[in-house]
C-alpha cells in the first residue's frame, strides 16, 4: 500500500504562483510513477504532469509546460508541483497519483494509488 496526502491548494490570482506538495508513505516507491492530475467540474480527470522516482525523468501536458514543475525530494518522500503563471483555466481538483512499472504516464486508469485531491482555485 502507498498512501497519499495533497496539501497546498487554495485561492491565487491569475499569473501568481502555487506549490502543491504531496506526502508519500508506505511500500517503497523508489520505481514507481508519480503524476498529477486535475478535474475541473463537468470535466474528465486529466493529466498534468509525471516524473518517474527513480530517474527523475519528467512529462508534462501541453497546457502546463514552461508554466509548471513536477519534482520529488528523496528524502522527505514527498512530491511538488510548482504552477507559476497560472490561469483561470487551472482551477481544477488537483489529485497526485503513484503507479507501478508505468509505460504510459498519462492514463489515469494506469495509476494504483490516488491522494484525496486539493483544490486550486484561479481568480481573474
Known amino acids: 500500500q502507498v498512501q497519499l496526502v495533497e496539501s497546498g491548494g487554495g485561492l491565487v490570482q491569475a499569473g501568481g504562483s502555487l506549490r502543491l506538495s504531496c506526502a508519500v508513505s508506505g511500500r517503497t516507491f523508489s520505481s514507481y510513477t508519480m503524476g498529477w492530475f486535475r478535474q475541473a467540474p463537468g470535466k474528465e480527470r486529466e493529466f498534468v504532469a509525471a516524473?518517474?522516482?527513480?530517474?527523475?525523468?519528467?512529462y508534462y501536458a501541453d497546457s502546463v509546460k514552461g508554466r509548471f514543475t513536477i519534482s520529488r525530494d528523496n528524502a522527505k518522500g514527498t512530491l511538488y508541483l510548482q504552477m507559476n503563471s497560472v490561469k483561470p483555466e487551472d482551477t481544477a481538483v488537483y489529485y497526485c497519483?503513484?503507479?507501478?512499472?508505468?509505460?504510459?504516464?498519462?492514463?489515469?486508469?494506469?495509476?494504483?494509488?490516488w491522494g484525496q485531491g486539493t483544490q486550486v482555485t484561479v481568480s481573474s
Open positions: 516524473i518517474r522516482w527513480l530517474s527523475g525523468n519528467t
Open positions: 497519483a503513484a503507479g507501478a512499472a508505468l509505460i504510459y504516464v498519462i492514463r489515469s486508469r494506469d495509476y494504483d494509488y
